[in-house]
């Protein structure tokens, strides 16, 4: 037997307009989804890059090197290469939920603000790096930035 709801409202029309504000606003909001999709397809990529390989992780660098007969979950077997890919991914879920109470308490600007702030020191950190420590926190900084951003 189906059964069914019938709901009656007043429609209301909103008067607001689209303003330029709004746009800028919208755009720079759905930034922090581009860059943590933008940051998926080119960390899996640079991990297994031979420069990047050589630099940060040549014990990763040599096993690969070494036998070319192994696939690539062999050669990549390394604590630390995940621990640069899902630092990003761990600091973003954190962040997430801090951002949630630090947007109710001081608004969305003060929250994009410093998502900003934390992906612009996370890049250069990052773009700086000349060891692992250094490339880790860099993508922690980002992590936070994405998650203050989405």
């Known amino acids: 037997m ?21 746009v800028l606003s919208c755009m720079i909001a759905a930034m922090g989804g581009i860059i943590f999709g933008y940051d998926i397809g080119i960390s899996g990529g640079v991990t297994s890059m031979e420069p990047f390989l050589k630099k940060f992780f040549p014990e990763v660098y040599t096993k690969m090197k070494q036998d070319a007969k192994v696939s690539n979950y062999c050669k990549f077997d390394s ?17 997430f939920f801090f951002a949630s109470s630090v947007t109710g308490a001081f608004g969305r600007k003060p929250s994009i603000l410093v998502a900003g702030a934390s992906f612009l020191a996370g890049s ?24 203050f951003g989405n």
């Open 124 to 147: 250069a950190l990052g773009g700086a790096a000349v060891n692992l420590f250094m490339l880790i926190a860099g993508r922690i900084l980002l992590g936070i930035g994405v998650g």
């Open 79 to 95: 604590p630390l290469l995940p621990t640069f890919t899902s630092s990003l991914y761990i600091a973003g879920l954190v962040a």
């Open 2 to 22: 189906a059964a069914g709801l019938a709901m009656t409202s007043e429609h209301r029309h909103y008067n607001g307009k689209l303003t330029l504000l709004v």
